[in-house]
């Protein structure tokens, strides 16, 4: 079965960094379209930025500049590092897997990103 397995949300001041990682298996991995979605107390789940089985990517308006999406396709995984948070970046971040040759996709467990003084 499909699993995805994110890690390293956490506490952090505003200006600061963070890197998510997000593990995948029980998928051709190099076939996949992989995302990013972010969900704050209250709003509704937003894509944050995605990356194609080709490398292509996309980000949200808010994240230009500060985010980068990348893969590893021997490992994987695919990675979102996060520079200048600001606090209204505070959410639930998810990581999402869409296979090959299937509409159906699947969600990581999420993984708590704060950021406060």
């Known amino acids: 079965q499909v699993q995805l397995v994110e890690s390293g949300g956490g506490l952090v001041q505003p200006g600061g960094s963070l890197r998510l990682s997000c593990a995948a298996s029980?998928?051709?991995?190099?076939?996949?379209?992989m995302g990013w979605y972010r969900q704050a107390p209250g709003k509704q789940r937003e894509l944050v930025a995605a990356?194609?089985?080709?490398?292509?990517?996309n980000y949200a308006d808010s994240v230009k500049g500060r985010f980068t999406i990348s893969r590893d396709n021997a490992r994987n995984t695919v990675d979102l590092q996060m520079n200048s948070l600001k606090p209204e970046d505070t959410a639930v971040y998810y990581c999402?897997?869409?296979?090959?040759?299937?509409?159906?996709?699947?969600w990581g467990q999420g993984t708590q990103v704060t950021v406060s003084p």
């Open positions: 999402q897997c869409r296979p090959a040759f299937t509409t159906q996709a699947y």
């Open positions: 029980g998928i051709i991995f190099r076939l996949a379209a």
């Open positions: 990356i194609t089985s080709g490398g292509n990517t």
